[in-house]
């Protein structure tokens, strides 16, 4: 079955501690994206990616870094610098190409993050 | 200013009923609009898409119309089921560049029996 596959699901850390998310796809897509969902708030962009060793800030890219090595792979690290960064992340990506208007986000299931 | 505004923010009815949710876009230059529904917990999937020229596209249950001219969409479920109890998203594509999706805040459905 073809997808988009987050880990962990739930997540928690101390405040001050950086944290990876993971996020890998199978369905041989070129674009790649992360978002946060906060209650009430429409999904916001933290970075995306276009195709392999390269990616571009989103709307709130402030205290998040990503890599992407691998076409499969664009894991989210949440930083020390992020002053609020319990929220619910996603991950999706997209297929027809780096600009496709038409073709719909796949997205995991998200990752749920708590810092105390 | 690009936005995707909708409405209610919540709902509940019951189940075997029918119900609209609306979305409102001031949205340019409009390439798409597409509504996605989200399970609690889980991510969005699209149920979906309005390209300029169509008026009403149904999936099963599902209805979608849109009207470019007053910027507006709706999303029609007809014999609710419990199952459709989720968030329900409206997405609107520009046709600039590659960070070119506007996500309205979503309505809540509640399906109760």
């Given at each position: 079955?073809?997808?988009?596959?987050?880990?962990?699901?739930?997540?928690?850390?101390?405040?001050?501690?950086?944290?990876?998310?993971?996020?890998?796809?199978?369905?041989?897509?070129?674009?790649?994206?992360?978002?946060?969902?906060?209650?009430?708030?429409?999904?916001?962009?933290?970075?995306?990616?276009?195709?392999?060793?390269?990616?571009?800030?989103?709307?709130?890219?402030?205290?998040?870094?990503?890599?992407?090595?691998?076409?499969?792979?664009?894991?989210?690290?949440?930083?020390?610098?992020?002053?609020?960064?319990?929220?619910?992340?996603?991950?999706?990506?997209?297929?027809?190409?780096?600009?496709?208007?038409?073709?719909?986000?796949?997205?995991?299931?998200?990752?749920?993050?708590?810092?105390? | 200013?690009?936005?995707?505004?909708?409405?209610?923010?919540?709902l509940?009815i019951l189940e075997g009923k029918n119900c609209t949710l609306?979305?409102?876009?001031?949205?340019?230059?409009?390439?798409?609009?597409?509504?996605?529904?989200?399970?609690?917990?889980?991510?969005?999937?699209?149920?979906?898409?309005?390209?300029?020229?169509?008026?009403?596209?149904?999936?099963?249950r599902y209805t979608?119309?849109?009207?470019?001219?007053?910027?507006?969409?709706?999303l029609h479920i007809t014999a609710s089921q419990?199952?459709d109890?989720?968030?329900?998203?409206?997405?609107?594509?520009?046709?600039?560049?590659?960070?070119?999706?506007?996500?309205?805040?979503?309505?809540?459905l509640?399906v109760?029996?």
């Amino acid at each position: 079955d073809g997808g988009i596959t987050q880990s962990p699901k739930y997540l928690f850390r101390k405040e001050g501690q950086n944290v990876t998310l993971s996020c890998e796809q199978n369905l041989n897509h070129d674009a790649m994206y992360w978002y946060r969902q906060d209650p009430g708030q429409g999904l916001r962009l933290i970075y995306y990616s276009q195709i392999v060793n390269d990616f571009q800030k989103g709307d709130i890219a402030e205290g998040y870094s990503v890599s992407r090595e691998k076409k499969e792979s664009f894991p989210l690290t949440v930083t020390s610098a992020q002053k609020n960064p319990t929220a619910f992340y996603l991950c999706a990506s997209k297929g027809g190409g780096p600009i496709s208007y038409n073709s719909p986000l796949h997205f995991g299931n998200g990752t749920r993050l708590t810092v105390t | 200013k690009n936005q995707v505004e909708q409405s209610p923010q919540s709902l509940i009815i019951l189940e075997g009923k029918n119900c609209t949710l609306q979305c409102n876009y001031t949205v340019s230059p409009f390439s798409n609009l597409r509504w996605y529904k989200q399970d609690t917990g889980r991510g969005p999937v699209s149920l979906t898409i309005m390209t300029f020229s169509e008026n009403t596209k149904s999936n099963g249950r599902y209805t979608a119309t849109l009207d470019a001219d007053t910027k507006q969409s709706s999303l029609h479920i007809t014999a609710s089921q419990l199952s459709d109890s989720a968030s329900y998203i409206c997405v609107v594509s520009v046709q600039t560049g590659a960070n070119n999706l506007f996500f309205g805040t979503g309505t809540r459905l509640t399906v109760i029996p």
